[in-house]
């Protein structure tokens, strides 16, 4: 039995001393069914050698436009860099260092990687990697900016680690296998949520006792913003309420920052008019304290009570509200997970609820994994086991589309 087809993909090596990475990021493509076209440039030869790549992609790499080759290559070869492509899926780079990511900014084709990037229509995948100091200069922040807002790029920012030059800061490349499974995500991307706009909320709210301190809860975010990530990468518009959190934003997601569960409310409330799918996995706070003291509160001896009022419920007020959007809320629970579940999904009017219980170690608040049961406003529950957030997600949207299509279904 003969598997799918590979992919054709191109792996663009520039010269840094995080090339070396590039030979475990090639084995990774390969092992994930993609046919590698390696181009190095000059500077990349430095570092590493073709030979390996060449080895580890049984491929050919391509280094230059010109050198080497006489008169009749030359001729061959002459539109070679628009045969390559016309015929990969997806341009790769990495490290993309400063000077290939100003030459990609300004349309400069020098070499054979450059003129590649201006031939190249498919997806194109930047893994900036160089010293922090490069990387915070202004020239460096106005390329990546005018990369980030071409259509079909995608920048894979650099870690934060020691780096080769002795600092530490940002700058590192990332791991191969994060950037391979990144590119998976890319090139196996569904486009089911086209045209759909979906607001998201997600982390803590944090609700002020006096100026320096303030109510909160453990959510790190990690729920919310994988939704995130897995809708835009489906090709929602995602509208991404946040409570005060310390992961980066999913590319492509429009950011509302929130800290109180009054702002998140009003944030959320101004733009449910926008949204065909509302899925709420914020963490709010219940009460906040009404009268702030302008003031610090003084240490005494004597006992303080704190005097809560409730806060707005935006789940129940959506749900109160919504016309034809799907609403999902989310339960977090430490027993009886799918009654609480049934409950609030009645109570708030939502056509899903997604349950978890958060008192077990591994799941629910902070950690990467989750397990959820799925309970709907018709038919069965679903229970997904532990596994990823990120992977969750998508089983999640796929569970919405499907109340999507049940509702088409149905006529209404
Ligand atoms: O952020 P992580 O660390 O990844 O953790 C994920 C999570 C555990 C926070 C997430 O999976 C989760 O369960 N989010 C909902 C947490 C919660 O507040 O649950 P609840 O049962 O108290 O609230 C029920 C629903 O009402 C939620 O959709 C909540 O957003 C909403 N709500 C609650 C109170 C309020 N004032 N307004 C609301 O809209």
Known sequence: MTGPEPIPVVLGVGGGIAAYKAAELARALVKDNCRVQTVMTAAAREFITPLTLAALTSNKVITDLFSDRGADEILASAVEHIQVARTHRMLIVAPATADLLAKFAHGLAGDFLSTLYLAFEGEVVLCPA??????????????????????????????????????????????????????????????????ETILITAGPTREPLDPVRFISNRSSGKMGYAIAEAAAERGARVILVSGPVHIPVPEGVELVETETAARMHDAVMERVGQASIIIKAAAVADYYVAAVPNQKVKKTAMRLSLELDPTPDILAEIGRVKTDQILIGFAAETQNMVDEARRKLKTKNCDMVVANLVNQDGTGFESDDN??????AEGDVVRLDRAPKRLLADQILDRVLGLRLQRHARGR
């Open 130 to 195: 160089m010293n922090s100091a490069m990387w915070a200069h202004p020239a460096t922040i106005e390329n990546l900016a005018k990369l980030a807002a071409r259509p079909r790029h995608h920048i894979i920012p650099p870690d934060s680690g020691d780096l080769a030059c002795g600092t530490t800061g940002p700058g590192r490349l990332p791991e191969p296998a994060a950037i391979a499974a990144k590119v998976h995500r890319i090139l196996h991307q569904r486009h089911d949520l086209d045209g």
């Open 371 to 376: 397990e959820v049961a799925l309970v709907p």
